[in-house]
C-alpha cells in the first residue's frame, strides 16, 4: 500500500488472499494506492498500482466575508472551485492534483494551482487598465470558462450520438440547439467590453490570451495523463 502517491509501498500484514477486501473506506484514505506481490520459489512479479478514489460531499471551509464598497464601485464575491482535485480522482488529470495534505487531508496541490490561475488572471487584468476595465477582464474571462463548458453540454445531444449511444429526442435536441446558439453568442459577446477602455483591442487580446492559454494548459494535462494511463495498461497486459 502507498499513501504518497507511489512513491513508496509497505506491506499489509496479513494479507496473503488474491483478493483485498477494505471496510469503513474514509475520505482521508483517497488516493492510496494497492498492489500485489506474487512469490514461488522462481522468483516474485509485482502488479501495477491500483488507486482508490473515495468521494465525499463537498465541504465549505472558508466562509464568504463581509464586504464595504463606495457607490459606484464593483465588488465580487467568489469562492474556489476543487475541479482539478476531482478531475486527478478521476484520471482525467495527474494523480498530482489529488493529493492531500498529510496533516490537514486538504488537496493542497489543487489549491495552490488555482491560486495561482487566480493570481494570474488578476495581475494580466490590472496590467496598464483602470479598476473598472480590470474588473470587465477578469469578470469576462471567467464567464467564457463557463460557457465553454456549457457549450460542450449543449453539444452532446447533438453528436453524442455518434460515439454509439442512442440518438436524443427531438424535443431535447431542439433545445440544446437553442442553448448552443445562445452560449455561442455569449462567448463571442464577452470578448467586447461593455465600460470604456484604452484600447478595445488590446482588451479582446487579453481575454483570448488568458482563455485560450489556460486551455492548452489544460489540454497538455489531459494528454499526458491518457498517454501515462495508456502505457500503464499495456504493462499490466504484458505482465498477465
Same mark, same amino acid.
Given at each position: 500500500?502507498?499513501t504518497n502517491?507511489g512513491s513508496?509501498?509497505? !506491506?499489509?500484514?496479513g494479507?496473503t488472499?488474491?483478493t483485498?477486501?477494505?471496510s469503513?473506506v ?7 494506492? %494497492?498492489?500485489a ?8 512479479a509485482?502488479?501495477?498500482? @491500483? ?7 463537498p ?8 464586504v464595504?464598497?463606495?457607490? &459606484? ?13 476531482v =478531475? ?9 492534483f489529488?493529493?492531500?495534505?498529510? #496533516?490537514? #487531508? ?9 491560486? +495561482?490561475? /487566480?493570481?494570474?488572471?488578476?495581475? @494580466?487584468?490590472?496590467v ?7 474588473f470587465q ?5 471567467a &464567464?467564457?470558462? %463557463?460557457g465553454?463548458? %456549457?457549450?460542450?453540454?449543449? @453539444? ?6 455518434? =460515439?454509439g #449511444?442512442? #440518438?436524443?429526442?427531438?424535443w431535447?435536441r ?11 453568442? %455569449? ?8 465600460? !470604456? ?5 488590446a482588451f479582446a ?7 485560450a492559454?489556460?486551455n *492548452?494548459? &489544460?489540454? /497538455?494535462?489531459?494528454v499526458?495523463e491518457?498517454?501515462?494511463a495508456?502505457a *500503464?495498461?499495456? *504493462?499490466?497486459? +504484458?505482465?498477465?
Amino acid at each position: 500500500m502507498s499513501t504518497n502517491g507511489g512513491s513508496t509501498f509497505s !506491506d499489509l500484514g496479513g494479507q496473503t488472499s488474491t483478493t483485498l477486501s477494505l471496510s469503513n473506506v474514509a475520505l482521508s484514505m483517497n488516493t492510496y494506492e %494497492y498492489r500485489a506481490v506474487f512469490t514461488n520459489p522462481v522468483g516474485t512479479a509485482t502488479s501495477t498500482a @491500483a488507486t482508490l478514489t473515495v468521494s465525499g460531499i463537498p465541504t465549505v471551509r472558508t466562509q464568504p466575508q463581509n464586504v464595504t464598497a463606495s457607490t &459606484g464601485s464593483s465588488v465580487l464575491f467568489t469562492a474556489t472551485t476543487r475541479m482539478p482535485m476531482v =478531475a486527478g480522482w478521476d484520471s482525467l488529470l495527474p494523480g498530482w492534483f489529488a493529493r492531500l495534505h498529510p #496533516r490537514y #487531508r486538504t488537496p493542497v496541490n489543487s489549491i495552490v494551482f488555482i491560486g +495561482l490561475c /487566480a493570481l494570474a488572471f488578476a495581475a @494580466a487584468g490590472m496590467v496598464n487598465v483602470g479598476e473598472q476595465e480590470a474588473f470587465q477582464l477578469i469578470d469576462n474571462a471567467a &464567464g467564457i470558462f %463557463y460557457g465553454l463548458t %456549457y457549450l460542450v453540454l449543449f @453539444a452532446v445531444p447533438l453528436v453524442g450520438w455518434r =460515439a454509439g #449511444r442512442e #440518438r436524443a429526442p427531438l424535443w431535447l435536441r431542439g433545445l440544446a440547439v437553442a442553448g448552443l446558439a445562445t452560449t455561442s453568442l %455569449y462567448v463571442v459577446l464577452s470578448v467586447l467590453p461593455i465600460v !470604456d477602455v484604452a484600447s478595445r483591442l488590446a482588451f479582446a487580446f487579453k481575454i483570448i490570451f488568458l482563455v485560450a492559454g489556460e486551455n *492548452a494548459i &489544460g489540454v /497538455a494535462l489531459y494528454v499526458r495523463e491518457r498517454r501515462r494511463a495508456a502505457a *500503464a495498461t499495456v *504493462a499490466a497486459s +504484458l505482465v498477465t
